[in-house]
Antibody, heavy 123, light 109 residues
Framework: QVQLVESGGGVVQPGGSLRLSCSASGFTFSRKGMHWVRQAPGKGLEWVALINFDGSDKNYADSVKGRFTVSRDNSKNTLYLQMNILRVEDTAVYYC????????????????WGQGTQVIVSS | EIVLTQSPATLSLSPGERATLSCRASQGLYTHLAWYQHKPGQAPRLLIYEASTRATGIPARFSGRGSGTDFTLTISSLEPEDSAVYYCQQRSNWPYEYTFGQGTRLEIK
């Protein structure tokens, strides 16, 4: 079955950097777009970034544009999120999410989701 | 930017009751809206896509309806395991950006 396993979370000081990874299995990784979605403490879900199947197209939420970079290595079935110039407000659980297999445009929806990795930005 | 507004913020109901959750969009979405269930400590789960189609494995007690700017998620007969936060979600036109509603917390008494 499809599995998405995030890693790389931790505690970092404001202004620091962190790289998240997401190891994918159970599907043809090189054929699916991928996303990062986050949830700050006590808040709702916030989409962070997307990358298309071959990495040629990317987009970001305004809140992270210019600081975060999404990438992928299809030979390793792995998705990445490089997070630079981290702020306290970037503290959140970060989820790796695949575009769905559903509907006329599967890229509209998120399915499945990983279990998430915690990022804490604090001095 | 399209804003999704969910109501109510919190809902407290008993097992067997019917739950109706609302999601209102600031612009018309046709039927391009999804619903997710999120339980504490778990990964969110896709319930409904295209406003009314259940994802694979989702029980029939979950149903969605609506188009344009007004959408509802109905849980026909609540089970204790339905306690969760429910989010609606849409995708804007190119460049693709995605937004979620602020969530409705459903508590089963």
């Amino acid at each position: 079955q499809v599995q998405l396993v995030e890693s790389g979370g931790g505690v970092v000081q404001p202004g620091g950097s962190l790289r998240l990874s997401c190891s994918a299995s159970g599907f043809t990784f090189s054929r699916k777009g991928m996303h990062w979605v986050r949830q700050a403490p006590g808040k709702g879900l916030e989409w962070v970034a997307l990358i298309n199947f071959d990495g040629s197209d990317k987009n970001y939420a305004d809140s992270v544009k210019g600081r975060f970079t999404v990438s992928r290595d299809n030979s390793k079935n792995t998705l990445y999120l490089q997070m630079n110039i981290l702020r306290v407000e970037d503290t959140a659980v970060y989820y790796c999410v695949r575009e769905s297999d559903y509907g006329a445009n599967p890229r509209n929806w998120f399915d499945p989701w990983g279990q998430g990795t915690q990022v804490i930005v604090s001095s | 930017e399209i804003v999704l507004t969910q109501s109510p913020a919190t809902l407290s109901l008993s097992p067997g009751e019917r739950a109706t959750l609302s999601c209102r969009a600031s612009q018309g979405l046709y039927t391009h809206l999804a619903w997710y269930q999120h339980k504490p400590g778990q990964a969110p789960r896709l319930l409904i896509y295209e406003a009314s189609t259940r994802a694979t494995g989702i029980p029939a007690r979950f149903s969605g309806r609506g188009s344009g700017t007004d959408f509802t998620l109905t849980i026909s007969s609540l089970e204790p395991e339905d306690s969760a936060v429910y989010y609606c979600q849409q995708r804007s036109n190119w460049p693709y950006e995605y937004t979620f509603g602020q969530g409705t917390r459903l508590e089963i008494k």
